[in-house]
């Protein structure tokens, strides 16, 4: 055994115990994902508390930064949204600049996503509460992808949504099988939602592609390390052969 790996770093939230486990689980061989967290006083889900974990990134980072990713991460969706239209991917800018390691966000990852599916209209499934919930919607629309139907479970706090397993999120979205089915695509939001092992029996039951905060973002780190995503079991973004996202 030797450490001669391939390296995805990642910044998550305090509460976050969602990443770990997804990314661990379905990370091609040979590729590792090592961690460090951000700050932010209360579990509550709230714009003034996401956005202050800004506020550690920079040690977070050049912390993270020793261990040599290829590319850092900041796993959080509605932290990197948040901060305003056309603004997702400040904090990957300023984590590279601290950093000298190429970085991305979730929000930003997102988009990628949608963009390599042509997703232009979507079905889109969130934990936060309402406030949260719209902000997200604008901050699609202004990226050009219209959120043509959408539900919340309203979240509090991000122990609420943790412990929503991922069974109750596929059925969540099988409620409202036939508008998901006339979209583009149907995303499902948060980084601390469980996801990954619904992708593709959603797929099969919707018949249209399935995304997340968590699939978008481990898919992005892996394109840009030219790491080959096909035959994980992830559906049909993980599929799409490269030069697909640009």
């Known amino acids: 055994m030797n450490n ?20 661990a689980h379905f990370a091609p061989a040979g590729v590792y994902v090592h961690y460090n967290r951000l700050y932010r006083p209360t579990v509550s889900v709230d714009k003034a508390g996401l956005l202050s974990m800004i506020e550690s990134a920079e040690k ?22 948040l901060s305003g239209p056309g603004r997702e991917d400040e ?15 979730t929000s930003s990852s997102v988009i990628m996503g949608l963009k390599a599916l042509k997703a232009k209209r979507v079905f889109m499934l969130t934990p936060y509460p309402d ?3 719209a902000q997200e919607i604008e901050f699609l629309r202004f990226r050009g992808v219209i959120v043509d139907g959408h539900d919340t479970f309203r979240c509090a706090d991000t122990v609420q949504i943790r412990d929503i397993p991922s069974e109750a999120v596929a059925e969540r979205v099988l409620q409202h099988r036939a508008q998901a089915s006339a979209c583009d695509a149907v995303f499902i939001s948060c980084t601390n939602l469980l996801t990954l092992d619904q992708i593709e029996d ?13 699939h978008c973002t481990l898919w992005a780190a892996l394109r840009h390390m030219n790491v080959a995503t096909t035959g994980l079991g992830l559906g049909r973004l993980f599929e799409l052969p490269v030069g697909a996202a640009k």
């Open 202 to 214: 959603l797929e099969r039951a919707l018949g249209v592609p399935v995304t997340s905060s968590n």
């Open 4 to 23: 001669g790996s391939r390296r995805i770093g990642a910044l998550i939230p305090p509460g976050n115990v969602t990443v770990e486990r997804e990314f």
């Open 91 to 105: 904090i990957g800018e300023m984590i590279e600049r601290w950093t000298g390691i190429p970085a991305c966000t």
């Open 131 to 133: 406030d949260i919930h």
């Open 60 to 81: 977070a980072s050049r912390g993270l930064a020793q261990a040599n990713p290829e590319i850092i991460v900041y796993a959080c969706t509605s932290g990197s949204f």
